[in-house]
C-alpha cells in the first residue's frame, strides 16, 4: 500500500544511490566508499526481487526494482572494474568480514520466517541482511575519518530511508486492521538504531559547519 511515507522513503533510498553514482562519476573516485557494503545491497536486492520476472506488482514497483538492481551492480562494476575508479578504492581499509553478516542472517531466515519456501526465506533472508548491511560502510568511515560531503550525505539518506519507513509501518498499522509484519519491523528498527551514532555526528558537523567525522 503506498502512503506519503513510503514514498518519502523510497524517493530518499533512490536519491542516496544518485548521490553516490554522482559522487563516484563525477569525481572519477570511490575513496570513502565500501565495495563489502555495495555488495551486500547487492546480494539483499537479488534475494528480494526474484520475483520480478513472476510476480508483476505494479509499473512503479518494477522501475524501483530494475533501478536498485542495475545502479548497485554499476557502483560495484565501476569499484572492481574501471582502470580509474578502481585505483582509488581503500582496499586496506575495507576489511570488514562480512561472512559474519551473512551467515547469521540465512541462519536466522531459515530459523525465522513466515513460510518455510525458498523465496520466502530468501526474501527473509533479504530483510535481515538489509539490517546490517551498513556495518562496513561505517566501520570504513571510522576508520579512514575522512569523510567528504557526498560519501556522508549516501549515509545520511540511506539511512533516513529506513526511518522513513517505519513511519510507514506505523501508518499502516493504526489504518490497515490486519497489517502485521513482526519480522520487518523488528530488523527495521534494528537498521535504524545502527545509525543513530552516525546521524547524531553527520548532524552535529551540519550544525557547526564542521567537516563530518566518526570518532575511532
Not at 544518485?18 to 570513502?32: D, F, P, Q
Not at 562494476?77 to 578504492?89: D, L
Not at 576489511?95 to 530468501?122: G, I, K, W
Not at 513482526?182 to 545502527?194: A, D
Amino acid at each position: 500500500m503506498m502512503n506519503i511515507f513510503r514514498l518519502a522513503g523510497d524517493m530518499t533510498h533512490l536519491l542516496s544511490i544518485l548521490v553516490l553514482l554522482l559522487k563516484i562519476n563525477a569525481t572519477r573516485s570511490c575513496r570513502g566508499v565500501s565495495l563489502k557494503t555495495q555488495e551486500l545491497y547487492a546480494l539483499v536486492f537479488v534475494c528480494r526481487y526474484l520475483d520480478l520476472f513472476t510476480n508483476f506488482i505494479s509499473m512503479y514497483n518494477t522501475i524501483m526494482k530494475i533501478i536498485f538492481l542495475a545502479s548497485t551492480f554499476t557502483i560495484i562494476y565501476w569499484m572492481r572494474f574501471h582502470k580509474v575508479i578502481r585505483v582509488t578504492y581503500d582496499r586496506e581499509q575495507d576489511t570488514f568480514r562480512y561472512q559474519f553478516l551473512v551467515l547469521p542472517c540465512l541462519v536466522l531466515a531459515l530459523l525465522l520466517n513466515s513460510e518455510f519456501t525458498v523465496m520466502e526465506v530468501l526474501w527473509t533472508f533479504s530483510i535481515y541482511l538489509e539490517a546490517v548491511a551498513i556495518l562496513p560502510q561505517l566501520v570504513l568511515l571510522q576508520r579512514t575519518n575522512n569523510i567528504d560531503n557526498l560519501t556522508g550525505n549516501y549515509v545520511f539518506l540511506l539511512g533516513s530511508y529506513r526511518a522513513l519507513y517505519i513511519l510507514n509501518w506505523i501508518y499502516r498499522f493504526l489504518t490497515e486492521p490486519n497489517y502485521r509484519q513482526y519480522l520487518v519491523w523488528i530488523s527495521g528498527i534494528v537498521q535504524t538504531i545502527i545509525y543513530i551514532d552516525f546521524f547524531y555526528y553527520y548532524i552535529k558537523s551540519w550544525k557547526n559547519n564542521e567537516k563530518l567525522s566518526l570518532p575511532a
